[in-house]
Each structure stands twice: as C-alpha cells, then as structure tokens.
Antibody, heavy 114, light 108 residues
Framework: QVHLQESGPGLVKPSETLSLTCTVSGGSMNNFYWSWIRQPPGKGLEWIGYIYYSGRTNYNPSLKSRVTISIDTSKYQFSLKLDSVTAADTAVYYC????????WGQGTLVTVSS | EILLTQSPDTLSLSPGERATLSCGASQNVASMYVAWFQQKPGQAPRLLMYGVSTRANGIPERFSGSGSGTDFTLTISRLEPEDFAVYYCQHYGSAPFTFGGGTKVEIK
C-alpha cells in the first residue's frame, strides 16, 4: 500500500518561498499523476497542480505564476514551491497520488507569518 | 474553469437514515470524471467514488454515486455513525480540477 509523507517548514515569512517535499513509499511513481492540494483552516479543498511521472505539469491558473512542481522518481519524491507567499497561503498542504487522489499524505500545516 | 456547487451546506440526519448530497457543475463534466471524498476532522480526505459511480477500494456498498452532465449525486443508503463527516465532490476531467465547497453531514 502506497504511503505519502509531506515534509518542510511549518512557518514561512511573507514574500518568501514555501517549499515542501512529498516522499512516496510502498509503490512505484511510474505511470501516475502526483498532486498537491491545500486546505485553508476551516475551509474547503483547493487543487494546486499535478505532475506526471514523466515531468509534465499542470497548475491551477490562480496560482500558476507562483507555483513550481517537480519530481525525482529516483528518490521517490516530488516537490512544491510557491513563491511570494502571503497570509492567504496559510493552509494544510496535502500531497496525493492521482488526479482523483486515492492516496493522500497526512497533510502539513504551513503558516505564513512574520 | 468548471465551478462545482454542493448542496445543502449541512445535512442533519439520524443514523439509519438516507443521505442525498448534490453537486452541480457550471458546465458539462467531460467523460464522467467526477469523484467524491469524505473528510473527518484532523484527517486527510478519503476517496469514496470516482468515475461518478465506481466505489474506491474498501468503500461499503451503502455509498453510491450517480449523475451526468452537470448534476451529480452521492447517496448514503443508511447512515452509520462513522459516516458523519464532510463530503466533497471534485471534477478531474480537464484541468484546472476543482472541488465543491463541501456538505457537512451531522447527527440530528
């Protein structure tokens, strides 16, 4: 059974870059889409983007100018970078497998604050 | 971008009752790419249904999905205590993928 685990700083200063990594275990990354999804406290889910194992990406247009998702299948990891963050980017960030995600990480709270 | 509107916001029901959750799309969802998720407090969402009506692994038969075009429904035939949670629909047919705002199913 595949397991996903997010890692990265829980606190990021405004205008800086949020960086998270998702480590995948228990399964291959090949032939899958890998997604990032976030959830502001007390609110609903927002799709950030995905990366296919080959490296092809697709991003939410509302975040596209600030988002980069990358993948390193040799390390069983994929990553999220979000530039120029503001308080509005404070959320629980989830990594997940597939476009209708069937496996999710536990989520990591990232707070944007000085 | 396809916008998804879920209704009602909150559904107050008793165990054993039937729950009907709706998800409306602002335009046709291509090829039936609609999924449903359940989320409990402090937990990641869990995939319930994909392809509108296919149950994910391990999901009980009391959960069923239906619909086409712009109108989709998740039905829980008889609510069990563990079913009280928030439910989200999602379309994933063409990016950007979006989620509905959620329906909370609470104990009456």
């Amino acid at each position: 059974q595949v397991h996903l685990q997010e890692s990265g700083p829980g606190l990021v200063k405004p205008s800086e870059t949020l960086s998270l990594t998702c480590t995948v275990s228990g399964g291959s990354m090949n032939n899958f889409y890998w997604s990032w999804i976030r959830q502001p406290p007390g609110k609903g889910l927002e799709w950030i983007g995905y990366i296919y194992y080959s490296g092809r990406t697709n991003y939410n247009p509302s975040l596209k100018s600030r988002v980069t998702i990358s993948i390193d299948t040799s390390k069983y990891q994929f990553s999220l970078k979000l530039d120029s963050v503001t308080a509005a980017d404070t959320a629980v960030y989830y990594c997940a497998r597939s476009t209708a995600p069937d496996s999710w990480g536990q989520g990591t709270l990232v707070t944007v604050s000085s | 971008e396809i916008l998804l509107t879920q209704s009602p916001d909150t559904l107050s029901l008793s165990p054993g009752e039937r729950a009907t959750l709706s998800c409306g799309a602002s335009q046709n969802v291509a090829s039936m790419y609609v999924a449903w998720f359940q989320q409990k407090p402090g937990q990641a969402p869990r995939l319930l249904m994909y392809g509108v009506s296919t149950r994910a692994n391990g999901i009980p038969e009391r959960f069923s999905g239906s619909g086409s075009g712009t109108d989709f429904t998740l039905t829980i035939s008889r609510l069990e205590p563990e079913d009280f949670a928030v439910y989200y629909c999602q379309h994933y047919g063409s990016a950007p993928f979006t989620f509905g705002g959620g329906t909370k199913v609470e104990i009456k």
